[in-house]
Every structure is written in structure tokens, then in C-alpha cells.
């Protein structure tokens, strides 16, 4: 069973601590700080830092770390040289639990997702946010549509875990760009009134979410320029 607590960190990141079967790990340490102060209180080592792709908000707190706690890197190779890097098509054990590793560029090349299918749990990093998606940087619509439709295969009730609390900026989008969708309507109503909306949930996700309810990469496209002026 994989144990997950949630970490605030800098303006809006989520970053986590993870659990399974006594090895803990982080995810996404945009600063080490809030990450000493956990384990330290709850008296635990640190075994691993993973990142999901190399922004500074996501691994900054990195060095400390893994210095600290003699921990290994866990990462992408567009991330640097990691003790063990995440590719696609190659599970990652952590513990008790295997992580799939889905690959999904765009917003950076080489970015990861880690979804544990016994677990039912996603950490979906900038790639696919609750009502929106990652800007892209790195690469273009097509590749992160792609990426996306390989989230959106995943089950219903499967938990997200994502990387930024954007949530009312992207509900207000998609209230703009479907406004006769009544699931995105009735999720505004409660996320606009909600200052933390992590987790979401798959289901959820793919029917009030623009970027996966988009099934073509023309429309995604469209859909994300329009975001990225919106
Ligand atoms: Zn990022």
C-alpha cells in the first residue's frame, strides 16, 4: 500500500512524500526545506528523490536532499545523469509498489508521469493539471496530445496527484471554451470556492477536463492556444 502525503511548496506547487513498505521518497522537491521539516517529524530516512522532469520548481530542493540522506536519484535522463533513470516500458519499484512509468512531451521533452495501477494513483507532474494541462515548452501540441491520450486510458478511479494549484484559472477556462458542458459547470461551482483541489480523480478529469475531452490533436491544439491567451 502506498502511503502519500501532500506538500504546498513555493507560490502553488504540490510536491509528495510517498511511502511503501518502510522506503520513503519525495516527489517534485522544488525546495528541501518543507521536505527536512516532514521527515525529520515524523522521524523517517529519505531513500529516493524523483523528479517528473527538470523545471527548477520541481527540483530545486534536489542537492540537499540527497546530500542529507545519501539518497538515490530517481529521474528522467533529460534531467541530468539520476542513479536510475524513468523510461517508459520499464517499471520502477519502489518499495512494495510498481510504477508505470507513461511518458508525455510537450510541456518538457522527456517528461514523466508515475502511475502505480495496484494503487490506483497517478503523479501526472505539469503534465495533466485538475481542468487543465501543462504549457508547452519543449515540444509541440501533437506530442503532448499524445502523451494526454495515454492519461486518459487510464481508469476512472484512479487518484491524481498533479503539480500546481491552477485549478481556478483552468475551471473559468474551460467554463469559456465549453460553455454549454453542465459536469464543467457544476465542478465550478465547488473548485472556485476551494483554495486546495488536490487530489482529483480520472473520471472526473475526463469529463470536465478540455484537454482530454479534446479527441483530436487539432482540437487540442485549438483549445490550448486559446489557454495560453486566455
Ligand atoms: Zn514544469
Known sequence: M???????????????????????????????????????????????????????????????????????????????????????????????????????????????????????VLFSGDNLFAMGCGRLFEDTPAAMFEGLQKLKSLPDDVTVYFGHEYTASNAKFSAHILPDNKDIADRCETVLTQSCTIPTMMGVEKKTNPFLIADTAEKFTEYRAAKDNF
Open 2 to 120: 502506498l502511503d502519500v502525503h501532500i506538500l504546498p511548496i513555493l507560490d502553488d506547487n504540490y510536491a509528495f512524500v510517498i511511502r511503501s513498505n518502510g522506503v520513503v521518497g519525495v516527489i517534485d522537491p522544488g525546495e528541501s526545506k518543507p521536505f527536512i521539516d516532514f521527515l525529520d517529524d515524523k522521524g523517517w530516512p529519505l531513500d529516493m528523490v524523483i523528479n517528473t522532469h527538470h523545471h527548477g520548481d520541481h527540483t530545486d530542493g534536489n542537492t540537499d536532499l540527497l546530500d542529507k540522506y545519501n539518497a538515490k536519484w530517481i529521474a528522467p535522463k533529460e534531467c541530468g545523469t539520476a542513479d536510475e533513470v524513468l523510461t517508459e516500458g520499464t517499471p520502477f519499484v519502489f518499495g512494495g509498489t510498481e510504477f508505470q512509468i507513461i511518458h508525455g512531451s510537450g510541456h518538457t521533452k522527456g517528461h514523466v508521469c508515475l502511475y502505480s495501477a495496484a494503487d490506483k
